[in-house]
């Protein structure tokens, strides 16, 4: 009966052993493996990674450190330009490979800086509504919060008896002294002044009744507030729920003086977008760049501007620096406190740039591998711009210097790179 082919394989092992070791070369792998490949020439062979000492025909696991064993490689080339002196340097400071490597680029890059903000009322818009005559408020037109006001509404009637004295003293001086023109034109613009208008003042004549009250008109048109709510209407500021619902505070049958102010108007129409421009950044914005500003709720609203002017201050508790977009919101219909995003074009800037990929950010530091002979050393640097899958090079290389194309690669996620200063 044939012995099986596995069977021979088996016995040609145990010959080829037992003569290895009656010659007393069992302890060289070179010998062995030159026998075994005259024995079983054409055929796989398997070996442990860590001891490769150990051959064997088919896979399996190492007896000493029961690894998986793994396929011998027949034309495994032999690695010349590596020096004693690179396998000792520490591991944080060294990295034997060879990976691509890109050089640094110097060229005038076109800047998008991106920012954030909020929409905020056009300060430039808010009007005041006065009192023009000390009195007693009769009627009150308004009657809730951010009620819409347009030109010519009516927004009080006052009670004033300075004004009721006025309109008597021009009955009677129409009545005993109609000839003295100068003195009957001095009282009807002390009428005027004291805030009749112009056709009430004509009524006045015609009927020869004085009213007793007065009416106070809107100006200008927007949404009410109180006065001294000016601060939070100017920026956009959120007031809580209890705030926006409660009742006014001006009630008719209260007193105000003349010349008080008794409600503010802000336009609607018109919007401010405040944009937080981040240090680094503030240097690349101008007045006039272009601008997209896209709302963070409504994306479809996005429109575009341009930078109309930069506070030359920092806002109290802020490091940024604030950049005003001036826009007419008549259509769009923002409302105000809205989160936006910000995209500033126009700015150039000049430098020496790497791909994004060839700088580690370790956190507070960045370093890219600088190519040496025999493999890459991780080098700190100081980084600018990120612009375009390009990082902006202020400090840490020189235009000479080549550094591995992927720095990402030379590390992996468990790995902290220690540095030297």
Known sequence: MSLSITYKKYLWLCLVTITLVVTGTSCKQKTNETHIHNVLEGMPLYTCSMHPQIIRDKTGKCPICSMDLIKKEENAQKITDIELEDLLKPTNEFVITTVPVTTIKKSSEEISI??????????????????????????????????????????MDIYSPEIATAQRNLLFLLKSDASNASLIEAAKQR???????????????????????????????????????????????????????????????????????????????????????????QHLVKVGNPVKITPEAMPQKAFRAKINFIEPFYRPNSKTLTARVYFDNASLRIPIGSQVRASIFGSNASANWLPQEAVLSLGLNDIAFVKTSGGFIAKKITTGIRQNNLVQITNGLAITDTVAANAQYLTDSESFIKIKQ
């Not at 430039?124 to 006065?130: A, D, K, L, M, T």
């Not at 308004?142 to 819409?148: H, P, W």
């Open 191 to 281: 009428l005027l002044l004291m805030g009749m208008s112009s056709g009430q003042v004509q009524q006045l004549i015609r009927t020869g009744k004085a009213t007793l009250t007065v009416s106070v008109y809107s100006n200008a048109m927007g949404h009410i507030h109180e006065a001294g709510q000016e601060t939070m209407v100017a920026t956009g500021q959120m007031q809580n729920s209890s705030t926006t619902t409660a009742p006014l505070a001006i009630r008719e049958g209260m007193y105000v003086q003349q010349g008080q102010k008794i409600f503010s108007l802000t336009n609607p129409a018109k919007g401010w977008a405040v944009l937080n421009i981040f240090p680094e950044n």
């Open 114 to 155: 991106e920012a954030l903000g909020s929409i905020q009322n056009d300060t430039r818009q808010v009007g005041s509504i006065s009192s023009i005559v000390a009195g007693r408020i009769e009627r009150l037109y308004v009657r809730y919060r951010y009620q819409m006001i347009m030109p010519g509404d009516k927004i």
